[in-house]
């Protein structure tokens, strides 16, 4: 919108002047295989005889930014902007990724055992990673050379956090897992006159069920003892 461009123009450019460049313009999709220009080869590092395809994305923006311009220095400074893309593209490196199937929360009954193997991988096959534990819920235990944790739940809320590092260049990453821990059904005493009281105790999903040894009466309640 010419009206409110933030943009410098030089001398003789308004917004007005490119914005109708813009309209008229029809962008030219050429063959390179058709243009044999050797300026534009050697201007953008192309091997004449080599085939398009081959062309990395440096050269290839140069060489459409020559055609169309006819501006060398432009085309050069597109070759440059490229090829520092393509290096920074090589040279970037990312930490250690952890197994996937780590889970990011987990819902827990109290007493449940909990047993995880974590581990984590670099991009790069020859570099080690060291994993360490930055957080673990209280009495958990965290194996740091085969990544196997430990712990058995108790009532509440609790998180643990594994980090992952790169040793050859010191990328770290981490995983975090929160643990929701419910409490076990408390166990009740039913009072019933004349007959005999079964206490249940749950645990999980499983109800035992204890039958009584012997029978004390107090003031007509009768409680089983197990």
Same mark, same amino acid.
């Given at each position: 919108?010419?009206?409110?461009?933030?943009?410098?123009?030089?001398?003789?450019?308004?917004?007005?002047?490119?914005?109708?460049?813009?309209?008229?313009?029809?962008?030219?999709?050429?063959?390179?295989?058709?243009?044999?220009?050797?300026?534009?080869?050697?201007?953008?590092?192309?091997? =004449?005889? %080599?085939?398009?395809?081959?062309?990395?994305?440096?050269? !290839?923006?140069?060489? &459409?930014? @020559?055609?169309?311009?006819? $501006?060398?220095?432009?085309?050069?400074?597109?070759?440059?902007?490229?090829?520092?893309?393509?290096?920074?593209?090589?040279?970037?490196?990312?930490?250690?990724?952890?197994?996937?199937?780590?889970?990011?929360?987990?819902?827990?009954?109290?007493?449940?055992?909990?047993?995880?193997?974590?581990?984590?991988?670099?991009?790069?096959?020859?570099?080690?990673?060291?994993?360490?534990?930055?957080?673990?819920?209280?009495?958990?235990?965290?194996?740091?050379?085969?990544?196997?944790?430990?712990?058995? =739940?108790? %009532?509440?809320?609790?998180?643990?956090?594994?980090?992952? !590092?790169?040793?050859? &260049?010191? @990328?770290?990453?981490?995983? $975090?897992?929160?643990?929701?821990?419910?409490?076990?059904?408390?166990?009740?005493?039913?009072?019933?006159?004349?007959?005999?009281?079964?206490?249940?105790?749950?645990?999980?999903?499983?109800?035992?069920?204890?039958?009584?040894?012997?029978?004390?009466?107090?003031?007509?309640?009768?409680?089983?003892?197990?």
């Amino acid at each position: 919108d010419p009206s409110s461009s933030l943009l410098y123009y030089e001398a003789g450019q308004t917004p007005e002047f490119f914005n109708e460049k813009n309209r008229v313009f029809i962008p030219s999709f050429i063959d390179p295989i058709t243009t044999n220009n050797s300026t534009i080869h050697s201007s953008c590092n192309i091997n =004449a005889t %080599s085939s398009p395809s081959s062309w990395n994305l440096a050269q !290839r923006t140069c060489y &459409y930014d @020559l055609f169309m311009t006819n $501006d060398i220095n432009l085309a050069k400074a597109s070759l440059m902007a490229g090829n520092e893309l393509l290096l920074i593209r090589k040279n970037q490196r990312n930490p250690p990724s952890f197994n996937s199937l780590l889970p990011l929360s987990m819902n827990l009954i109290q007493g449940r055992q909990v047993r995880l193997n974590v581990f984590a991988t670099s991009e790069y096959p020859s570099h080690i990673v060291e994993l360490f534990d930055l957080y673990r819920p209280e009495n958990a235990t965290f194996d740091r050379n085969t990544g196997i944790f430990r712990w058995t =739940a108790i %009532s509440g809320e609790y998180y643990l956090s594994i980090g992952a !590092r790169d040793t050859t &260049y010191n @990328l770290i990453s981490k995983h $975090d897992i929160t643990f929701y821990v419910q409490a076990n059904a408390p166990s009740t005493v039913t009072p019933n006159s004349g007959r005999n009281t079964t206490v249940t105790t749950t645990s999980g999903s499983n109800n035992l069920v204890k039958e009584a040894n012997f029978i004390i009466t107090i003031l007509g309640l009768t409680v089983l003892f197990g």
